[in-house]
Nanobody, 113 residues
């Protein structure tokens, strides 16, 4: 079955950095577009970044220039490097396969001001 396991969240001060990682199994990883979403308390879940099978990336305007999505097809992982973090980046971050309805358990990112 499909499994997505996120890791790397935590508490960081504004201006700091975190690197999230998602390990995927049960899919043909290198054929799929992978995405990161986030959901802040009381808000909808929004797309943060995506990376296609051939490495093309798309970012939400709010994170452009600060976040970088990358993938390692040999390890079946997709990472999200987050720099210059802001308090408004506080959310639960989720990994998702674009074409599939499965979600990981999420990882909490908290940015203090």
């Amino acid at each position: 079955q499909v499994q997505l396991v996120e890791s790397g969240g935590g508490l960081v001060q504004a201006g700091g950095s975190l690197r999230l990682s998602c390990a995927a199994s049960g899919i043909i990883f290198n054929a799929n577009t992978m995405t990161w979403y986030r959901q802040a308390p009381g808000k909808q879940r929004d797309l943060v970044a995506s990376i296609s099978a051939d490495g093309r990336t798309v970012y939400a305007n709010s994170v452009k220039g600060r976040f970088t999505i990358s993938r390692d097809n040999a390890k079946n992982t997709v990472d999200l490097q987050m720099n210059s973090l802001l308090p408004e980046d506080t959310a639960v971050y989720y990994c998702k396969i674009l074409s599939q309805p499965y979600w990981g358990q999420g990882t909490q990112v908290t940015v203090s001001s």
